[in-house]
């Protein structure tokens, strides 16, 4: 069962920055397409961000121009970069898994703990 470890998270002013980290289990890391999700109060989670193996990625129109998704396969990590930070960024954030990259694309696996974003001044 592959395990996420989500971390990065913290309390930052509205035009901040933040990198948030996830660590995933398995040795198949490079394969896989990987996303980062959100989940705000109220909201259903939602897509923010998606890398595939060849590096392509996709974006929520919400956070295009601010975030940025990477990955770094000998570590078995994906980053997030978000910068621009605006209150409404406020929420848990995970990673997973993908079935495809597209921003209606399901998650595969069962969900980490998050990392807690918030923007507040």
């Known amino acids: 069962q592959v395990q996420f470890a989500e971390s990065g998270g913290g309390l930052v002013q509205p035009g901040g920055s933040l990198r948030l980290s996830c660590i995933v289990s398995?040795?198949?890391?490079?394969?896989?397409?990987v996303a980062w999700f959100r989940q705000t109060p109220g909201k259903e989670r939602e897509l923010v961000a998606g890398?595939?193996?060849?590096?392509?990625?996709i974006y929520a129109d919400s956070v295009k121009g601010r975030f940025t998704i990477s990955r770094d396969n000998a570590k078995n990590t994906a980053y997030l970069e978000m910068i621009s930070l605006k209150p409404e960024d406020t929420g848990v954030y995970y990673c997973?898994?993908?079935?495809?990259?597209?921003?209606?694309?399901?998650?595969?696996?069962?969900w980490g703990q998050g990392t807690q974003v918030t923007v507040s001044s």
């Open positions: 997973n898994r993908l079935r495809g990259l597209w921003i209606g694309a399901s998650p595969r696996d069962s």
């Open positions: 398995g040795s198949a890391f490079k394969f896989w397409t």
């Open positions: 890398i595939n193996s060849s590096s392509d990625t």
